[in-house]
């Protein structure tokens, strides 16, 4: 069962603009975490929130938590050519649940140049 | 820096042929999973282990099972292999304690079964 969707499903912008990914869940979580995926490839960690947090920076990375709405988002600033991949969320449950991450479906972000 | 180590990074098969295919983590985690992934349904968990010897059933396991016979080591075996079983197959290794897990990917294994 999916427990994080993204949206949107795919996302085109133009290189130095900024790109936006939502992220909804449905149960209680202990973190979430986005990760990205270039065409072809495995999945790289990007950034982890924790339900007690409510933003987080990381270089052109800005990640929020509303836990009340059950939703994140991914911002990405002044985007590049290279960003061009997949992003997926992942929901880490709560404590009593199996111990594994679940991922949504992603959003494909293309940055033209 | 962590590494997981998928054996194949194409494969085609027959119908029908058993497939083994191998993932080796060197971190020394605990916890392992195969994933496959497939246009618009994202990544779903096949199976997952917590321990040597040890494995749990995911969302979709039917036609698939597995080995962990080393804790470095999980195996995902196609029995029968059937052409819906032609996807992108990941295996990941998960560092952490409960709560603040990270999930480390090998580059994924592109099984087409003809």
């Known amino acids: 069962s999916q427990q994080g969707e993204e949206d949107p499903q795919a996302l085109s912008i133009q290189e130095g603009e900024n790109a936006t990914m939502n992220c909804s869940y449905k149960?209680?979580?202990?973190?979430l975490q986005w990760y990205r995926q270039n065409s072809g490839r495995g999945l790289v960690h990007l950034i982890l929130?924790?339900?007690?947090?409510r933003e987080k920076h990381s270089g052109r990375l800005r990640v929020t938590l509303d836990t009340s709405k059950k939703s994140s988002s991914l911002l990405i600033t002044a985007s590049r050519a290279a960003d061009t991949a997949s992003y997926f969320c992942?929901?880490?449950?709560?404590?009593?649940?199996?111990?594994?991450?679940?991922f949504g479906s992603g959003t494909q972000l293309t940055v033209l140049p | 820096d962590v590494k997981v180590t998928q054996s194949s990074r194409y494969l085609v098969k027959r119908t029908g042929e058993k497939v083994f295919l191998e993932c080796v983590q060197d971190?020394?985690?605990?916890?392992m999973f195969w994933y496959r992934q497939d246009p618009g349904l994202g990544l779903r968990l096949i199976y997952f282990?917590?321990?040597?010897?040890?494995?749990e059933k995911g969302d979709i396991p039917e036609g698939y099972s597995v080995s962990r016979e080393k804790k470095e080591r999980f195996s995902l075996i196609l029995e029968s292999a059937s052409t819906n079983q032609t996807s992108m197959y990941l295996c990941?290794?998960?560092?952490?304690?409960?709560?603040?897990?990270?999930?480390?990917f090998g580059q994924g294994t592109r099984l087409t079964v003809v």
């Open positions: 282990s917590y321990d040597v010897k040890m494995k």
């Open positions: 990941a290794s998960e560092w952490g304690d409960p709560g603040d897990t990270e999930a480390f």
């Open positions: 971190m020394d985690h605990e916890n």
């Open positions: 929130i924790r339900s007690n947090e």
């Open positions: 992942a929901t880490d449950a709560m404590p009593g649940s199996a111990r594994q991450l679940t």
């Open positions: 149960t209680s979580i202990n973190n």
